[in-house]
C-alpha cells in the first residue's frame, strides 16, 4: 500500500455538514491525489497537489476543497456534504521516475450522505 | 469524461484460459497504465506502457499499444482464480502526465 493510509474509512454524515477526509502517506512523495470512484464512472481525479501548499482541480472539484501544509498529508473537504457526493474515496501518491507516473492507492474511504 | 472506454465490461472465463480486456481512448498520451481492483479494495498497479512502445510483459501479462488506433489490450494467459478482479486502464495525457484518466473497467471473473 505504499506506506498511504486514509481516514475514516467509513463515514455517515447529513446533508449540508462539512466532511474532512484525511490522507497520510509515509515516505515523502511529491504528488498527491484524490480521486472518487461510482459504478458507471471509474475514478475520476478531484483534485492533486504537487507539492506542500500547491494544489490544483481536476476532473469533478465542484463541491470539494483540498489542503496541503505537510508532505505527508493531503485533506479533502466536503464544504456542505450532497447526496451526490457519496461515494468511495480513494488517495494515491505517485513516484516519477523518468516517463513513468505510477501512481499507489490507499484503501479508500466510504462516505455515506443521508 | 472518461478518456479510457473498456471492452467488454464483464469477463467471465474457466480457470486456465487467457483473459483479453481492450480499452480505446481519445487523445494523444504520454504513457498507458493498467490497474487491477480486488472488491472493496484499492487499485493496485499493473504495468505501464509507453507512447512510443507497441508491447510489453510482466509474468502473465502482455500489454499491447497502438496509438494510431488509440488503442490498447491486456491479456492475461492462463488464468487462475486469484485475477478474479476489476481492471482499469488509465491514460495519462501529454501535458500534465500525472493527471491520469481512468476507464470505467472490465469485470473479470474466473471460475474454477
Known amino acids: 500500500d505504499a506506506g498511504i493510509t486514509q481516514s475514516p474509512r467509513h463515514k455517515v454524515t447529513e446533508t449540508g455538514t462539512p466532511v474532512t477526509l484525511r490522507c497520510h502517506q509515509t515516505?515523502?512523495?511529491?504528488?498527491m491525489y484524490w480521486y472518487r470512484q461510482d459504478p458507471g464512472h471509474g475514478l475520476r481525479l478531484i483534485h492533486y497537489s504537487y507539492g506542500v501548499k500547491d494544489t490544483d482541480k481536476g476532473e469533478v472539484s465542484d463541491g470539494y476543497s483540498v489542503s496541503r501544509s505537510k508532505t505527508e498529508d493531503f485533506l479533502l473537504t466536503l464544504e456542505s456534504a450532497t447526496s451526490s457526493q457519496t461515494s468511495v474515496y480513494f488517495c494515491?501518491?505517485?513516484?516519477?521516475?523518468?516517463?513513468?507516473?505510477?501512481?499507489?492507492f490507499g484503501p479508500g474511504t466510504r462516505l455515506l450522505v443521508l | 469524461s472518461q478518456q479510457g472506454e473498456e471492452d467488454p465490461q464483464a469477463l467471465s472465463i474457466q480457470e486456465g484460459e487467457n483473459a483479453t480486456m481492450n480499452c480505446s481512448y481519445k487523445?494523444?498520451?504520454?504513457?498507458l497504465q493498467w490497474y487491477r481492483q480486488n472488491s472493496g479494495r484499492g487499485l493496485v498497479h499493473l504495468i505501464l506502457?509507453?507512447?512510443?512502445?507497441r508491447e510489453k510483459h510482466s509474468g502473465r501479462l502482455r500489454v499491447t499499444l497502438d496509438t494510431s488506433k488509440k488503442s490498447s489490450s491486456l491479456l492475461i494467459t492462463a488464468s487462475r482464480a486469484a485475477d478474479t478482479a476489476s481492471y482499469f486502464c488509465?491514460?495519462?495525457?501529454?501535458?500534465?502526465?500525472?493527471?491520469?484518466?481512468f476507464g470505467q473497467g472490465t469485470r473479470l471473473t474466473i471460475n474454477p
Open positions: 494515491a501518491i505517485s513516484e516519477k521516475t523518468s516517463y513513468q507516473e505510477t501512481q499507489y
Open positions: 487523445t494523444s498520451i504520454n504513457n
Open positions: 488509465a491514460t495519462a495525457p501529454i501535458q500534465g502526465a500525472q493527471k491520469l484518466v
Open positions: 515516505e515523502n512523495h511529491r504528488y
Open positions: 506502457i509507453r507512447s512510443n512502445e
